[in-house]
């Protein structure tokens, strides 16, 4: 069975709200984690990495929260827009550039 | 612009044809690879090139055919295909193994197979 899964399949927010999407993994051995956001027609784009020796990582208007206890990884989009509206894709590394990701979780922002 | 381009955008083939996908990356990158994206199913890795090495066989069928003929491009050859094999197929690359996990991914080959 696949180690990372989506808690949400569909996420909808209004235009300036907050989002969180969520994931958990089973594989205590990965080193990396990341996000990736998939529009339609396109192919997935990279968003943030973290490295599993962190618990936080900022980027513009994104937020990765990593809880290795729980095995829990969490995606926060601040002041969502309506560009912001994809399938988001977490995945893990496992050291060697191998991902498994989950199955996504797709975002609807409204205006 | 993602610098990896995958053409053809769209493929309908027959289960008795042969096709390929042609994948193109702009970014000097050493590693390759192919993803499947099934519906209501995760990304599924392929095959990884490093260095035109594969380096990576993730017990894809025999009817899908890897080609890297250098770092910028690869191929992905088709022959006896299933309908069940309908998908977007995806290409990637990166600097080279190992890295984060950051890859490029190109637009993908919508197949279909009739």
């Known amino acids: 069975g696949e180690s990372v899964g989506l808690h949400l399949p569909t996420l909808s927010v209004q235009e300036g709200d907050n989002s969180i999407i969520n994931c958990a993994y089973s594989?205590?051995?990965?080193?990396?984690f990341i996000w990736y956001k998939q529009e339609s027609g396109k192919g997935p784009q990279f968003i943030i990495d973290?490295?599993?020796?962190?618990d936080k990582r900022q980027g513009q208007r994104v937020t990765v929260l990593l809880n290795k206890t729980v095995k829990h990884l969490s995606l926060q989009i601040a002041a969502t827009q309506p560009g912001d509206s994809a399938v988001y894709f977490c995945a893990e590394n496992t050291g060697y550039s191998t991902l498994t990701f989950g199955k996504g979780t797709m975002l609807l922002v409204s205006p | 612009e993602t610098g990896v381009t995958q053409t053809p955008r769209h493929l309908v083939m027959g289960m008795t044809n042969k096709k390929s996908l042609k994948c193109e990356q702009h970014l000097g990158h050493n590693a390759m690879y192919w993803y499947k994206q099934s519906a209501k199913k995760p990304l599924e890795l392929m095959f990884v090139y490093n260095f035109k090495e594969q380096t990576e066989n993730n017990s894809v069928p025999s009817r899908f055919s890897p080609e890297c003929p250098n770092s910028s491009h690869l191929f992905l050859h088709l022959h006896t295909l299933q309908p069940e094999d309908s998908a977007l197929y995806l290409c990637?690359?990166?600097?080279?193994?190992?890295?984060?996990?950051?890859?490029?991914f190109g637009e993908g080959s919508r197949l279909t197979v009739l």
């Open positions: 973290i490295r599993s020796n962190m």
């Open positions: 594989n205590s051995a990965s080193d990396y």
């Open positions: 990637a690359s990166s600097p080279g193994q190992p890295n984060t996990g950051e890859l490029f």
